[in-house]
């Protein structure tokens, strides 16, 4: 099985700050990383695909990179709704596992 | 666009069946060449995927449930099943269908239900 590794487990921030999540696959998995934010009480939403392609309807602050086994999630300004939890997802595998998400909290 | 709406017993007694269906709206289950999952997220913990069935019946599990998962599908009802016998506490969680999107993800989901195991 392909393991998914996201750090931090939780982070703090302000409003308007810029933050960054980092996914780690124990293998190679080419551009198949998926990022997901999910509201207490609420189902995953698909943020961005692909590594690097945006969901549509998602704002513009949310970004993706990387490839291989090494990918980022980075929101440029944090806005309120924006702390929640997120978890990143490998597609490369039919069993397509999650991380163990990252909470971000309101400093 | 594709809704979908997950429906079922939210107690199930240790040991007995878990069966649960999803129902697809503003779409056929059967077009678009599409895989339709389970996953699974115990309270305050992570997700699991737990299997998935394509648009042609086929079906795909986790290796850690495959001896106890069954998924099937009612195209007449434009309907996906999940059925997971034998369970135990460790089973209770809220139970989300998802449609695959572009790059392995998942989207779009249900809201979720949750069923607790317990007698």
């Known amino acids: 099985d392909i393991q998914m590794t996201q750090s931090p487990s939780s982070l703090s921030a302000s409003v308007g700050d810029r933050v960054t999540i980092t996914c780690r696959a124990s293998?190679?998995?080419?551009?198949?990383l998926n990022w997901y934010q999910q509201r207490p009480g609420k189902a995953p939403n698909l943020l961005i695909y692909?590594?690097?392609s945006l969901q549509s309807g998602v704002p513009s602050r949310f970004s993706g990179s990387g490839s291989g086994t090494d990918f980022t999630l980075s929101v440029s300004s944090l806005q309120p709704e924006d702390f929640a939890t997120y978890y990143c997802?490998?597609?490369?595998?039919?069993?397509?596992?999650f991380g163990q998400g990252t909470k971000l909290e309101i400093k | 666009q594709v809704q979908l709406q997950e429906s079922g017993p939210g107690l199930v007694k240790p040991s007995q069946t878990l069966s649960l269906t999803c129902t697809v709206s503003?779409?056929?289950?059967?077009?678009?060449?599409?895989?339709w999952s389970w996953i699974r997220q115990p309270a305050g913990k992570g997700l699991e995927w737990i299997g998935r069935?394509?648009?042609?019946?086929?079906?795909n599990y986790n290796p850690s449930l495959k001896s106890r998962v069954s998924i099937s599908v009612d195209t007449s009802k434009n309907q996906f099943s999940l059925r997971l016998s034998s369970v135990t506490a460790a089973d209770t969680a809220v139970y989300y269908c998802?449609?695959?999107?572009?790059?392995?993800?998942?989207?779009?989901w249900g809201q979720g239900t949750l069923v607790t195991v317990s007698s």
């Open positions: 692909a590594a690097s």
């Open positions: 503003g779409g056929s289950i059967n077009s678009g060449n599409y895989y």
């Open positions: 069935m394509y648009s042609t019946g086929s079906t």
């Open positions: 998802a449609r695959h999107g572009p790059s392995g993800s998942y989207y779009p």
């Open positions: 997802q490998q597609g490369y595998s039919t069993l397509g596992t």
């Open positions: 293998q190679s998995i080419s551009n198949y």
